[in-house]
């Protein structure tokens, strides 16, 4: 049952029904999606270390059960968007790995034709990576309008963003807007307790209550997810889902997360101590899900680990891709500048 006032407690969910319903193949491809995440963010922040990628980095380890599990329970075809902390989505929404990391780099074969960077790729059916905390929620909220007032019943549009998004007034003024006007928005805070080296108390008063009062304050159904469990990300979104599409009002998720890394490749997270990031670290929700998997039988080690290379292999080929890319041409500076 979801739960929208009182105990915080997390979403129930029924774990062998979940493995039974995605069935094996759709198990190992979510297994084989986080691994491609965690392996794209090791190379590239390697290579921002060797000196070929520049600008900012905010590396998504640690949360990829979160966007894995949307994605697997509710499709693609959606409006979707997040913050500067793009790079798992655009993966996950079918991006090439090759085209991303030569976007990284500022090739011209990249993803945003090497003008983005680390904060602005994009697919179809991404409307961005956002540099401005906060700042995606009112285009989400305009997006979902759009779907309802073609009469498009079947779409929503899903909006992740941090906790430090959640005291900015483009949070409230959405969900007021989203609520009024019944809007089939999915928003999901990633609630990894910092915004950059801040904690979480120090940004949001009531803050183990914040977003589930706001939820209740603009009258949105509201599900509090473990964040580090696919499973429980999982069955949240798709029932989330179902209640958007069946009735056109948002909903608000909050899933309960640890970043493994700094807030960006430039922060060493010194304002955390190594006890608190082992801790945070053995909750890896990649190592939790494949001990799901080889619990129930569904693979076998090897059958891991031949996944794990070829998401590993793939990265590397990325890499080479990238450092092979030629430049964008000084020529082509003004194309895609409107203004
Ligand atoms: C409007 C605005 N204010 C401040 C910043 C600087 N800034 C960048 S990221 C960040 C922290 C955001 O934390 P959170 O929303 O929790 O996301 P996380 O990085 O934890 O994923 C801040 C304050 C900004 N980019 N935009
Ligand atoms: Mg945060």
Not at 130 to 154: E, H, S
Not at 178 to 184: L, N
Not at 208 to 219: G, I
Request: hydrophobic residues 40%.
């Amino acid at each position: 049952m979801p739960h929208m006032h009182g105990e915080l407690l997390f979403h129930q969910f029924d774990q062998p029904s979940i493995m039974s319903e995605l069935g094996r193949d759709r198990l190992l491809f979510a297994l084989h999606e986080m691994l491609r995440i965690r392996q794209f963010e090791t190379r590239a922040e390697a290579a921002y270390q060797q000196g070929h990628v520049g600008g900012f980095f905010h590396s998504y380890v640690g949360q990829e059960a979160i966007q894995t599990a949307a994605i697997s329970a509710l499709g693609k075809k959606h409006w979707y968007i997040t913050s500067y902390r793009c790079h798992a989505l655009v993966l996950l929404l079918g991006e090439k790995s090759n085209e991303m990391m030569a976007e990284l780099f500022g090739k011209k074969t990249g993803n945003a034709k090497g003008r983005g960077g680390s904060m602005h790729m994009y697919s179809e059916r991404m409307l961005g990576g956002f540099g401005i905390v906060g700042g995606q929620i009112p285009i989400a909220t305009g997006a979902a309008f759009r779907n309802k007032y073609l009469g498009i019943t079947d779409e929503i549009a899903i909006c992740f963003f941090g906790d430090g998004a959640v005291p900015q007034g483009t949070f409230h003024e959405s969900l007021n807007m989203a609520s009024i006007h019944s809007i089939p928005c999915l928003y999901v805070v990633e609630n990894n307790h910092w915004s950059m080296g801040t904690p979480l108390h120090k940004t949001m008063a009531n803050h183990n209550h914040f977003v589930e009062k706001a939820a209740e304050a603009y009258d949105i159904l509201y599900y509090r997810l473990d964040g580090m469990d696919f499973f429980s990300c999982y069955a949240g979104f798709k029932e989330a889902f179902q209640h958007i599409v069946k009735t056109s009002r948002p909903v608000i998720i909050e899933c309960i997360t640890d970043r493994f890394k700094g807030h960006s490749i430039s922060d060493p997270a010194l304002y955390r101590t190594k006890e608190q990031l082992k801790e945070c670290m053995s909750k890896d929700p990649i190592g939790k899900f494949k001990i799901a998997l080889l619990e129930s039988k569904i693979c076998t080690e090897n059958e891991i680990q031949e996944i794990e290379t070829k998401s590993r292999e793939e990265m590397i080929q990325a890499i080479k891709f990238a450092e092979e890319s030629p430049w964008p041409d000084i020529s082509e500076l003004e194309e895609g500048v409107y203004v």
